[in-house]
């Protein structure tokens, strides 16, 4: 069976420091990979997705970035966190053979707070 | 553009009662797939139902089901019985076929009570 895993669960970290969250999915290959930040209480905003390796989409030009080095991985990045980018971030994945859209299966969460 | 709307913020319901969660989309296209997602307080997304466009007959799963008029555009969640368990924030997305995106609406606070 399918599994998706993210680290870490929860992190505090200053304004302008770096960050890395990763994303692995087990159980499945070549999926779609997506990261989401929900703010508290509201709706889920998608950040980046990608159907393979090497490739991003970006839906947020901001001062976040996305790597999928390996086809199971996909990792969120900034080089200076802003106060605004405090959240809950969501990791997904999905396929998508021609023709259907499956569903989205979600990771259990980070709960960032920027300091 | 494609969107999702959910215009209740907030439902509350008696346990074992009934609810219906409300949900329209827009769209031109004509193959997509509708889904409900449960987000519980531990903020695990979870899958409660999807509904294929082509499909006319409604999706059931157990004590949740959907009303799907596509006509209207409207894609509403039932849940009978409901449960203290149900208590959740409920989203409703949609996707289409070769896009890879998935829209999401902004959510119903679903509080069920003792």
């Known amino acids: 069976s399918q599994t998706i895993h993210q680290w870490p669960a929860t992190l505090v970290q200053p304004v302008g420091s770096p960050l890395s969250l990763e994303c692995t999915v087990e159980g499945t290959s070549n999926p779609n990979l997506y990261w989401y930040r929900q703010a508290a209480g509201r709706g889920l905003q998608l950040l980046f997705y990608s159907v393979g390796i090497g490739q991003i989409s970006s839906e947020v030009p901001q001062n976040l970035s996305a790597s999928r080095p390996q086809d199971r991985q996909f990792i969120l990045s900034s080089k200076k966190l802003l106060l605004s980018d405090s959240g809950f971030y969501l990791c997904a994945w999905s396929v998508s053979p021609v023709g259907l859209a499956y569903e989205q299966f979600f990771g259990p969460g980070t709960r960032l707070t920027v300091l | 553009a494609q969107t999702v709307t959910q215009s209740q913020p907030e439902m509350s319901v008696q346990e074992a009662e009934t609810v219906t969660l409300s949900c329209t989309y827009d769209?031109?296209?004509?193959?997509?797939?509708l889904f409900w997602y449960k987000q519980p307080p531990s903020r695990q997304m979870i899958l409660v139902i999807r509904?294929?466009?082509?499909?006319?007959q409604n999706a059931t799963e157990n004590r949740f089901s959907v009303n799907f008029q596509k006509a209207a555009k409207s894609f509403s969640l039932k849940i009978s019985d409901s449960q203290l368990g149900d208590t959740a924030m409920y989203f409703c997305a949609f996707s289409t076929s070769g896009t890879y995106k998935y829209i999401f609406g902004t959510g119903t606070r679903l509080k069920v009570l003792a």
């Open positions: 509904q294929e466009a082509y499909k006319q």
């Open positions: 769209t031109s296209e004509s193959n997509y797939y």
